[in-house]
């Protein structure tokens, strides 16, 4: 019996004994982990901010459809863009310290914004363009949690990580019912108290990974680019986190206009779409760790593609819209934990800029999405356009996928032993 326990736990190959290799809460580090998540789910509460909203400030400054369009959009863009900047920072100063230069930015625009008031649409382009530096959070949360973390186990550590992307729960919750109560204006300035505590709280549990790269040349962060596989992996979180950002800044917008709801109750039925793509970042990740992460993103994009497409009919039926926004951002959300199951296996030693790069992409295709739902209500009416154009993406993903995936197995798998692509 004590031989069989042994052998259970340990086998002798060439004179040495080899030890299970830890399960994933005692191979990284938790308080980081943990930090990590927190950082990223307040960052994102505020990133979203102007769209629940969106129906008051409009109403106040008089914004057309495109304009309303624009505004939400332009946070989505502006992290796009700084995700890149973020990506090489944390490579070069580390993400703690890089997160917590984000942070102070974030909060310092919020507290002007508040002090000072937004007056018109350029105001909320400004601000939005600072709210940007929340979305860039996402190339410091991920990098800070993955780098503490084995291959086998960096879906889970960046699905969970990635989960702050529930922030945008909190923003569809509460900010309708205290813009009704003490004014959107007002809100801007209590979103600087929670940021506070948070930003407190990351600086003293998080910790850079002893095994994060020296910094490299600058040139040398153009690499990846070089890379057909990483503009692969930048269309795939296009699509997936570019529907889930895109819709989470939209949805309110959307109930207001096509169901007449209340900027409170579409705030409400925002928040039910969003808990759910957030909710499953995780899953995604486990899912795509234990099947692979090409057999998840086909699976998602499926789906996503023929929710989409259902609601671009323009269901009249606010039950069965909602379903279908719930169906697409579960698919979206399993699909965002996927992708970056696939980024840390062919790009680990580049995770910093590679985070930032594809992060980025998917910023964009938020700001895609979110902009043309907007300039379709303009021009035609309706958001059908702009849901079936999200949904020919989503296709045209599912293609390329199909057409990477044998050659990635063949070659990935070769160095990563144990570990499913």
Same mark, same amino acid.
């Given at each position: 019996?004590?031989?069989? !326990?042994?052998s259970?736990?340990?086998?002798?190959?060439?004179?040495?004994?080899?030890?299970?290799?830890?399960?994933?809460?005692?191979?990284?580090?938790?308080?980081?982990?943990?930090?990590?998540?927190?950082?990223?789910?307040?960052?994102?509460?505020?990133?979203?901010?102007?769209?629940p909203?969106?129906?008051?400030?409009?109403?106040?400054?008089?914004?057309?459809?495109?304009?309303?369009?624009?505004?939400?959009?332009?946070?989505?863009?502006?992290g796009?863009?700084?995700?890149?900047?973020?990506?090489?920072?944390?490579?070069?100063?580390?993400?703690?310290?890089?997160?917590?230069?984000?942070?102070?930015?974030?909060?310092?625009?919020?507290?002007?914004?508040?002090?000072a008031?937004?007056?018109?649409?350029?105001?909320?382009?400004?601000?939005?363009?600072l709210?940007?530096?929340?979305?860039a959070?996402?190339? &410091?949360?991920?990098?800070?949690?993955?780098?503490w973390?084995?291959?086998?186990?960096?879906?889970?550590?960046?699905?969970?990580?990635?989960? #702050?992307?529930?922030?945008?729960?909190?923003?569809?919750?509460?900010?309708?019912?205290?813009?009704?109560?003490?004014g959107?204006?007002?809100?801007?300035?209590?979103?600087?108290?929670?940021?506070?505590?948070?930003?407190?709280?990351y600086?003293a549990?998080?910790?850079?990974?002893?095994?994060t790269?020296?910094?490299?040349?600058?040139?040398?962060?153009?690499?990846?680019?070089?890379?057909?596989?990483?503009w692969?992996?930048?269309?795939?979180?296009?699509?997936?986190?570019?529907?889930?950002?895109?819709?989470?800044?939209?949805?309110?917008?959307?109930?207001?206009d096509?169901?007449?709801?209340t900027?409170v109750?579409?705030g409400?039925?925002?928040?039910?779409?969003?808990?759910s793509?957030?909710?499953?970042?995780?899953?995604? #990740?486990?899912?795509?760790? !234990?099947?692979?992460?090409?057999?998840?993103?086909?699976?998602?994009?499926i789906v996503?593609?023929?929710?989409?497409?259902?609601?671009?009919?323009?269901?009249?039926?606010?039950?069965?819209?909602?379903?279908?926004?719930?169906?697409?951002?579960?698919?979206?959300?399993?699909?965002?934990?996927?992708?970056?199951?696939?980024v840390?296996? !062919?790009?680990?030693?580049?995770?910093?800029?590679?985070?930032?790069?594809?992060?980025?992409?998917?910023?964009?295709?938020?700001?895609?999405?979110?902009?043309?739902?907007?300039?379709?209500?303009?021009?035609?009416?309706?958001?059908?356009?702009?849901?079936?154009?999200?949904?020919?993406?989503?296709?045209?993903?599912?293609?390329?996928?199909?057409? &990477?995936?044998?050659?990635? !197995?063949?070659?990935?798998?070769?160095?990563?032993?144990? &570990?499913?692509?």
């Amino acid at each position: 019996m004590f031989l069989e !326990r042994i052998s259970a736990r340990t086998e002798l190959q060439s004179g040495s004994v080899r030890r299970e290799a830890p399960g994933f809460w005692a191979s990284g580090h938790r308080p980081t982990l943990f930090a990590a998540f927190l950082y990223f789910d307040a960052a994102f509460m505020v990133w979203v901010l102007l769209g629940p909203l969106a129906p008051s400030i409009s109403a106040d400054l008089g914004l057309n459809a495109a304009e309303k369009g624009l505004m939400v959009a332009t946070p989505t863009l502006a992290g796009a863009a700084l995700r890149i900047l973020m990506g090489l920072l944390v490579d070069r100063l580390g993400p703690k310290m890089t997160g917590a230069i984000g942070q102070v930015i974030v909060i310092a625009g919020l507290f002007f914004a508040w002090m000072a008031g937004v007056h018109s649409f350029a105001g909320t382009l400004l601000l939005g363009g600072l709210l940007g530096f929340a979305g860039a959070s996402f190339a &410091v949360a991920l990098p800070l949690a993955s780098r503490w973390y084995p291959p086998e186990h960096q879906g889970k550590a960046m699905g969970l990580a990635g989960m #702050g992307n529930s922030g945008t729960v909190l923003a569809s919750l509460f900010a309708p019912l205290l813009a009704k109560a003490l004014g959107w204006n007002a809100v801007l300035g209590l979103a600087c108290i929670p940021l506070t505590i948070v930003l407190a709280v990351y600086l003293a549990l998080a910790k850079d990974s002893p095994t994060t790269p020296a910094p490299q040349k600058l040139a040398s962060y153009a690499e990846p680019l070089r890379d057909r596989d990483a503009w692969w992996l930048m269309l795939f979180y296009l699509v997936t986190f570019g529907g889930f950002s895109g819709l989470g800044s939209s949805l309110s917008i959307y109930f207001v206009d096509n169901f007449g709801l209340t900027p409170v109750q579409a705030g409400y039925a925002g928040a039910a779409c969003v808990f759910s793509g957030s909710l499953v970042r995780p899953f995604g #990740g486990a899912l795509a760790d !234990r099947i692979g992460g090409l057999k998840t993103l086909t699976m998602v994009y499926i789906v996503a593609a023929a929710a989409l497409v259902a609601i671009s009919t323009g269901p009249t039926s606010l039950a069965f819209a909602l379903g279908l926004f719930i169906v697409a951002m579960l698919a979206l959300g399993t699909g965002n934990g996927a992708v970056f199951q696939l980024v840390p296996q !062919r790009f680990g030693k580049e995770i910093g800029v590679m985070t930032g790069l594809v992060g980025c992409a998917g910023g964009v295709g938020g700001f895609l999405l979110a902009s043309s739902l907007g300039f379709a209500r303009q021009w035609f009416g309706s958001e059908q356009a702009g849901f079936l154009i999200f949904a020919t993406l989503a296709l045209v993903a599912l293609a390329a996928l199909t057409a &990477v995936k044998g050659r990635w !197995r063949a070659t990935w798998t070769a160095s990563l032993e144990g &570990v499913r692509i």
